[in-house]
């Protein structure tokens, strides 16, 4: 069983700073490609950012210059933050991870349950 815990959501205003992170337990026995996508009710989700184990970064067009991925293995954490926050950043992040609970095993997809960022204007 996987569990991804996110924090760090909140309510801030215009170009303001949060930092987001998710951490994952559970039987895990490698993780490749750590995320972060969001969504807007009524919208698309769409991908914000994304870390290899690596450490190569893809970011989406609206927020690169102002946010950053960052991942520490140790402790299977990914990290978002998020400066100069803007009302049009205003949605629900979830976090999305790409392991394998075995070396046999493909890998899989798993999700946190989001947590709310919300910018004022």
């Known amino acids: 069983q996987v569990q991804l815990v996110e924090s760090g959501g909140g309510l801030v205003h215009s170009g303001g700073s949060l930092r987001l992170s998710c951490a994952a337990s559970?039987?895990?026995?490698?993780?490749?490609?750590m995320g972060w996508y969001r969504q807007a009710p009524g919208k698309q989700r769409e991908l914000v950012a994304a870390?290899?184990?690596?450490?190569?970064?893809n970011y989406g067009d609206s927020v690169k210059g102002r946010f950053t991925i960052s991942r520490d293995n140790a402790k299977n954490t990914v990290y978002l933050q998020m400066n100069s926050l803007k009302p049009e950043d205003t949605a629900v992040y979830y976090c999305?991870?790409?392991?394998?609970?075995?070396?046999?095993?493909?890998?899989?997809?798993?999700w946190g349950q989001g947590t709310q960022v919300t910018v004022s204007s």
């Open positions: 999305n991870v790409d392991l394998r609970t075995a070396f046999w095993s493909g890998r899989n997809d798993y």
């Open positions: 870390i290899t184990s690596g450490g190569s970064t």
């Open positions: 559970g039987t895990i026995f490698s993780i490749n490609v």
